[in-house]
């Protein structure tokens, strides 16, 4: 995938590969323009192309490659197989129409169901996401919701079509920490009651560690590890994942300075030859300025693009 | 809502008080004798004169004589013309043809501009946005009387002779739609501009990526949740340009040879009868001032935002 602007290429993508099963979480993890929200919208087929385009690659969603669809079809898995929901529910929620008009269009225009049909289930939706009053605020436009009510209405929107893959684009980062927090549950109890494979975008990783199964680090349009949650925690494979944790505030740690990473994400017209992590790594030598590192498995589907992975595992 | 269409309503009678009294104050206050050239070669009778004052309450001050043409416009008297004409009756039989050609005008420039602007709005840069950015500066830049004599004479007998271009004295909407076209055509190419923008700020909105990742086909995409939004300014617009189209007719009617409101004006004008001239403009003004009323109100009916204390 690669942005093609006037600053010239920008691959924002190279060589991502994951994968999502039913009743799973995937989190995919990284800083801003890290491309995590790119791969999402290139999942979807959202994206604006120009600039994007699609050079080579794969999406299989239920075996068959998405990319080789024709548009129609692609519609067709939108909200139906795929469904997404964004960051900002306020811009991302039309603002003249009501949330029950924007729930039921769905229903309306895809299952062809009738008008008190249609609300009906909206209703039932609404009240899914533990909206309260939820007959009454269905005729509510977005402005009138909450910051939180409204990422519980998106959400409801999304369940409409009875998706099996969920893709949350940071749902919680414009939402308060409580916000958040209910947000984040209601989104793991929804996915344990309908065993709906969930995408999950975000660059917390206290979000991540308490819903995700896996986890994917981005850098640079690339995935640098893929782990299960718990050994990435206990033990990063990546400086990269290694130096995130580290970033992290902990209780036992009160009073010493945080760490941070030095220096900025790099620019992805411009990435550094080698390892793209190299301007900014702590345990950098000279290989990692010339050589791009392939990707070493680690065992229990765990794999990191670092050319010292194994020596970064053994010692976490 | 209810409380504040009442305000509205009621700020409405300062500004109509006050914008009627100026017009009367510009017509009725010139130092010059109204009667100059009434009477054809020789000055008016006294008997005449003296009968016309009294009428028009010239020997009144000027404030008093606003408040008496005031209290006869309540009772739905405009009064009569120095020859004896009813400003009323005139008004009536022209005032139908101008509001059908102004209705004409705004369907013509809402159905026109509109298409264009959102047809180029989504697709920048192409042939089509080209043609339309030159042509509808082409028509902004053209004194509406040029459009007008041209089109007249290369549509009419004269020229291809595609329609007959002359306007009866009781036009049929037929008749109409070349001035219409005329008429309407400086504000189509700020609708066609308007839209055009508007679409362009609002196709990459959130609310518009999130229409395409529910799946909704593209006609839904564009005409339900891109144009809704897109067409709030644009509506707003339309609704006062109808009150601009009704002065803005002056021309148009002169090229046409049509019999509206507009030429009533000119001729009153013209011929110095200020009766004519304030009994018009006031009617212009009321237009004017109930289309902001209700473009206001549409406001908060196509922006639910929006909403009035």
Same mark, same amino acid.
């Given at each position: ?21 039913? #009743? ?65 529910? @306020? ?6 129409f009501t949330i029950g008009f924007q729930i039921e269009e769905q229903l309306k225009v895809r299952r062809g169901m009738s008008k008190v049909d249609a609300r009906k289930r909206a209703v039932e939706l609404l009240d899914q996401v533990k909206i309260p009053n939820a007959k009454g605020r269905v005729s509510d436009y977005p402005h009138q919701f909450s ?52 995408? @999950? ?42 130096? @995130? ?12 300075? @945080? ?56 010692? #976490? | ?21 100026? /017009? ?29 004052? *009294? ?19 309540l009772v739905g008297d405009f009064g009569t013309t120095f020859n004896g004409v009813s400003v009323g009756e005139q008004i009536a039989t022209s005032w139908p043809i101008t509001l059908k050609m102004g209705i004409i005008a705004l369907i013509i420039e809402a159905v026109i501009g509109i298409v264009a602007g959102v047809l180029t709005g989504l697709r ?9 950015? %030159? ?88 005409? /339900? ?9 644009? /509506? ?33 004008? *013209?011929?110095?009868?200020? /009766? ?18 209700? %473009? ?14």
């Amino acid at each position: 995938m690669e942005f093609r602007t006037r600053d010239g290429v920008a691959k924002v993508l190279n060589g991502v590969s994951y994968h999502v099963s039913a #009743g799973e979480t995937l989190a995919v993890l990284g800083e801003s323009g890290s491309g995590k929200s790119v791969t999402a919208q290139t999942i979807m087929g959202i994206l604006d192309t120009p600039p994007g385009f699609i050079t080579n690659g794969s999406i299989k969603f239920r075996g068959e490659d998405l990319l080789t669809q024709s548009a129609e079809e692609r519609r067709q898995v939108r909200g139906e197989g795929i469904a997404m929901i964004f960051q900002d529910a @306020l811009s991302a929620l039309n603002p003249v129409f009501t949330i029950g008009f924007q729930i039921e269009e769905q229903l309306k225009v895809r299952r062809g169901m009738s008008k008190v049909d249609a609300r009906k289930r909206a209703v039932e939706l609404l009240d899914q996401v533990k909206i309260p009053n939820a007959k009454g605020r269905v005729s509510d436009y977005p402005h009138q919701f909450s910051g939180g009510m409204r990422q519980r209405a998106m959400i409801a929107m999304s369940l409409a079509l009875d998706p099996e893959l969920l893709i949350a684009d940071e749902p919680t980062t414009a939402l308060d920490v409580t916000v958040q927090a209910q947000i984040m549950d209601l989104l793991a109890e929804i996915q344990k009651e309908r065993d709906m494979g969930m995408i @999950l975008i975000t660059h917390d990783l206290g979000v991540v560690a308490d819903v995700a199964d896996r986890i994917s680090v981005m850098y640079a349009g690339r995935i640098v590890e893929h782990a299960d949650v718990y050994e990435l925690f206990r033990a990063p494979g990546h400086p990269y994942t290694e130096s @995130l944790l580290e970033s992290l505030p902990r209780v036992d740690l009160r009073g010493q300075e @945080l760490k941070t990473i030095k220096g900025l994400p790099p620019s992805l017209t411009n990435i550094p030859p080698g390892c793209p992590f190299n301007p900014r790594c702590p345990r950098v030598f000279d290989r990692c300025s010339t050589e791009v590192p392939v990707v070493h498995n680690l065992g229990m589907g765990r794999t990191s693009r670092c050319h010292i992975a194994e020596e970064v595992v053994a010692r #976490g | 809502m209810g409380r504040y269409v009442l305000r509205r309503l009621l700020q409405l009678i300062p500004v109509f008080l006050g914008t009627t009294f100026l /017009i009367y104050a510009l017509v009725w206050a010139i130092p010059q004798d109204p009667f100059a050239g009434k009477c054809g070669q020789r000055p008016c009778d006294p008997a005449y004169i003296a009968e016309m004052s *009294q009428k028009l309450n010239l020997n009144d001050p000027l404030v008093i004589q606003y408040f008496k043409y005031l209290g006869n416009l309540l009772v739905g008297d405009f009064g009569t013309t120095f020859n004896g004409v009813s400003v009323g009756e005139q008004i009536a039989t022209s005032w139908p043809i101008t509001l059908k050609m102004g209705i004409i005008a705004l369907i013509i420039e809402a159905v026109i501009g509109i298409v264009a602007g959102v047809l180029t709005g989504l697709r920048k840069q192409g042939f089509l946005d080209n043609l339309v950015l %030159v042509s509808t500066l082409f028509l902004i830049s053209l004194p509406v009387f040029v459009t007008g004599f041209v089109l007249r004479l290369y549509l009419g007998p004269q020229g291809f002779d595609l329609m007959d271009t002359s306007v009866s004295s009781d036009p049929t909407f037929g008749e109409l739609i070349l001035p219409g076209f005329v008429l309407g055509s400086l504000s189509m190419a700020y609708v066609a501009r308007l839209t055009r923008s508007s679409i362009v700020e609002n196709r990459r909105a959130d609310y518009v990526r999130t229409a395409i990742a529910k799946g909704q086909p593209q006609s839904r995409v564009v005409g /339900i949740h891109l144009l809704r939004n897109s067409l709030i300014p644009v /509506i707003t617009f339309l609704g006062t340009d109808l009150g601009s189209l009704m002065g803005g007719a002056i021309v148009t009617e002169g090229v046409f040879n049509i019999n509206g409101i507009g030429g009533l004006i000119f001729r009153g004008i *013209q011929e110095k009868e200020g /009766i004519m001239v304030t009994g018009i403009v006031t009617l212009l003004v009321l237009v004017y001032l109930l289309m902001s009323l209700i %473009v206001d109100l549409l406001y908060a009916v196509l922006d639910p935002r929006i909403r009035y204390e």
